[in-house]
């Protein structure tokens, strides 16, 4: 992309300790009061009161217990945050029910070490962190479909899917061009067939040396990914830089918050103008652009990229308070709800005005028909399918509950009272969601809420404290806290799918094609994988076939050379569901995963000469631990 058309000129204080004072009082006292600075707060134990205890600990635990034999109602799809994983919980209980590793190394699956997690990750598999930020789900017309849950990683700019039939990740890409990817949604309507990703920091376009002191030309893109193929088809250029996202139910629009319109590199420049934006996109609009060749491309990328700026015809701006986080739809398709972070407002969008607002007929602020006030520091709103909105409002420490008309009709100058409850919820609220909140079904059955903050409420663990994620009963007219979960390395945010929507295999099926490469190179060294246990040597390079069984593998040993490349290939024949095998080869690194009917397989260099055992390290058997075998090193 041209440099005239990517570039167009842009016109501590010490807290407080009071004896008796609340958390909620202290931070009330110490938020941000305008733009034109800002007061730097420590949190100290004045922030953490000992309000907040539960005097309904028995309450809680009958709520959300699942007796043995029975299953939760609701799989929870949680990001891992700093882990690079995705979790999996069931709900109501909050049992972590399985840890699926996405941009992380894994070591009891292997997970970044096996030939066939390699092939997932591509160059990336170099990258040991990951920062897994927002789960979503593949969609039909609305609605979950069961078969993709997408996740981001703002560490390393990456996007990975995970097939919802074996909650493995079995696509991953890196995008070009940008850099930290934040928020990520999917098309809802008709289908995903895009999912939507802001990059949220600024670099220059090209970013390959020049204009490194130059900030007005640094750019954020939104960037558009094929959900099948999972490649970007195009990206837009801003002007700003990009936070969260969300789409329509109509197929049509998307929509970003952004922060830091000011496009400044510290502080003080990111929060100088009164103001930021939402950045509506028409999707079709941009698909016709590409079609047309109305793009650039930028240094060896051959990605389209398509100049979004204020006065492109693909995009329209519309102001906002200043700093706007999250981005949330309501389940009935008629509104964009941007939260306000500095502002106690959320700003509700109508989507039905945004057709007059590409079409030049109404103003940008003529789209907006609600801004009521919730209190300080709103990040996220979550629907329950009957009209409610819940807001978490970070500083003040709660979960709003507002009626969404009766805001409009206040915002309209009516006298009336938009807010229905407000729960103290411990502490520091992030993300929130509702069963089934992010689609047309909606069912208002539970509320989570993803609080940073925990003190007090577990035993403690030393410096590092775990966060707390409280589940909320929402089906009733008042919201009621019926559990808290501790939760590692902050989860940033989650979903809750009903258990009807998601059905995993409980056994792997041959031809899959996860590792369908595997098996390409068994055909063509001769080897039938479901019953050959064998040593193919082609120069320095070993592979090792076998079998197993519980509890034997199909080769008690076998003998390399020192310094010979060995892949090892173990193919699991058993056939009864959760005995799951394992690989695990004494002093070299070597762990791997191989579930009932699975192929796994891993290579590494034999650097020590002698006996070296190798076992297998998930327990399978009442001979597990007989289960083993020798690798043979010569010298």
């Known amino acids: 992309m041209s440099d005239d058309q990517i570039h167009q000129d842009n016109n501590q204080e010490e807290p407080t300790e009071k004896k008796g004072m609340s958390r909620r009082s202290f931070l009330g006292t110490t938020t941000l009061a305008g733009t034109a600075g800002v007061v730097a707060t420590t949190m100290s134990a004045a922030m953490f009161s000992d309000l907040a205890r539960s005097k309904t600990a028995e309450k809680m635990a009958m709520d959300t217990h699942v007796a043995p034999g029975e299953l939760d109602e609701y799989y929870g799809f949680w990001s891992g945050g700093?882990?690079?994983?995705?979790?999996?919980?069931?709900?109501?209980?909050?049992?972590?029910?399985?840890?699926?590793?996405?941009?992380?190394?894994?070591?009891?699956?292997?997970?970044?070490?096996?030939?066939?997690?390699?092939?997932?990750?591509?160059?990336?598999?170099?990258?040991?962190?990951?920062?897994?930020?927002?789960?979503?789900?593949?969609?039909?017309?609305?609605?979950?479909?069961?078969?993709?849950?997408?996740?981001?990683?703002?560490?390393?700019?990456?996007?990975a899917r995970i097939r919802c039939d074996i909650m493995k990740t079995d696509k991953m890409i890196t995008l070009p061009n940008v850099q930290a990817i934040h928020g990520l949604r999917v098309q809802k309507v008709p289908y995903t067939k895009y999912v939507f990703c802001n990059s949220e920091y600024e670099i220059p376009l090209p970013n390959d040396g020049r204009d490194l002191n130059d900030p007005s030309k640094y750019f954020s893109m939104f960037s558009v990914i094929d959900a099948e193929k999972m490649e970007v088809v195009f990206q837009v250029v801003v002007d700003g830089n990009l936070d969260n996202t969300d789409a329509d139910y109509d197929g049509r629009f998307a929509a970003s918050t952004c922060y830091n319109s000011e496009q400044g590199t510290n502080l003080s420049e990111m929060i100088s103008a009164e103001r930021d934006h939402v950045v509506?996109?028409?999707?079709?609009?941009?698909?016709?652009?590409?079609?047309?060749?109305?793009?650039?491309?930028?240094?060896?990328?051959?990605?389209?990229?398509?100049?979004?700026?204020?006065?492109?015809?693909?995009?329209?701006?519309?102001?906002?308070?200043?700093?706007?986080?999250?981005?949330?739809?309501?389940?009935?398709?008629?509104?964009?709800?941007?939260?306000?972070?500095?502002?106690?407002?959320?700003?509700?969008?109508?989507?039905?005005?945004?057709?007059?607002?590409?079409?030049?007929?109404?103003?940008?602020?003529?789209?907006?028909?609600?801004?009521?006030?919730?209190?300080?520091?709103?990040?996220?709103?979550?629907?329950?399918?009957?009209?409610?909105?819940?807001?978490?409002?970070?500083?003040?420490?709660?979960v709003v509950k507002w009626d969404i008309k009766d805001a409009i009709k206040a915002y309209k100058g009516e006298k009336v009272n938009y807010i229905r409850q407000k729960l103290d919820v411990q502490y520091q609220p992030g993300h929130l969601h509702t069963t089934m909140g992010e689609t047309r079904d909606a069912d208002g059955k539970y509320l989570v809420c993803l609080c940073k903050f925990s003190k007090d409420r577990f035993l403690p663990t030393g410096p590092l404290h775990p966060e707390n994620d409280q589940l909320i009963d929402i089906s009733g007219d008042t919201m009621k806290l019926i559990h808290d979960g501790p939760a590692f390395a902050e989860p940033h945010d989650c979903m809750m799918v009903h258990r009807s929507k998601v059905k995993p295999l409980k056994i792997w099926k041959r031809d899959d094609p996860f590792f369908a490469e595997t098996v390409a190179l068994a055909k063509k060294d001769g080897i039938t994988l479901e019953s050959d246990s064998k040593v193919i040597r082609d120069g320095n390079k070993v592979r090792v076939y076998m079998i197993s069984v519980a509890p034997n593998y199909g080769l008690n040993e076998f003998t390399?050379?020192?310094?010979?490349?060995?892949?090892?290939?173990?193919?699991?024949?058993?056939?009864?569901?959760?005995?799951?095998?394992?690989?695990?080869?004494?002093?070299?690194?070597?762990?791997?995963?191989?579930?009932?009917?699975?192929t796994s397989s891993f290579t590494f260099t034999a650097d020590k000469v002698g006996v070296q055992w190798f076992y297998c390290h998930w327990f399978c058997h009442a001979l597990h631990m007989e289960m083993r075998g020798r690798m043979l090193v010569e010298a």
């Open 280 to 398: 509506v996109f028409d999707i079709p609009a941009l698909e016709k652009a590409v079609s047309a060749g109305d793009f650039k491309t930028i240094g060896d990328s051959k990605v389209p990229v398509v100049n979004g700026r204020k006065g492109s015809k693909y995009t329209r701006y519309i102001p906002v308070p200043k700093s706007p986080h999250g981005l949330n739809t309501s389940p009935d398709g008629e509104y964009f709800c941007a939260n306000g972070k500095l502002s106690p407002t959320v700003s509700v969008i109508s989507i039905k005005k945004l057709p007059d607002l590409f079409n030049d007929k109404i103003k940008p602020r003529d789209t907006i028909v609600a801004e009521p006030e919730l209190g300080l520091g709103p990040l996220h709103t979550a629907f329950d399918g009957r009209g409610n909105a819940y807001t978490t409002v970070f500083i003040d420490s709660q």
């Open 82 to 159: 700093h882990s690079g994983e995705v979790r999996i919980l069931g709900l109501p209980s909050m049992r972590e029910l399985m840890r699926i590793p996405v941009f992380n190394h894994e070591s009891a699956t292997g997970w970044g070490q096996t030939n066939e997690s390699k092939r997932v990750m591509g160059e990336s598999a170099k990258y040991f962190n990951g920062d897994a930020h927002h789960p979503h789900m593949s969609m039909q017309d609305g609605r979950y479909d069961g078969k993709y849950v997408f996740i981001n990683d703002k560490a390393n700019t990456r996007v």
């Open 560 to 598: 390399v050379k020192k310094g010979d490349e060995v892949t090892v290939i173990v193919t699991n024949l058993d056939t009864v569901e959760d005995v799951t095998h394992g690989f695990c080869v004494i002093n070299h690194g070597v762990s791997m995963e191989i579930g009932p009917q699975q």
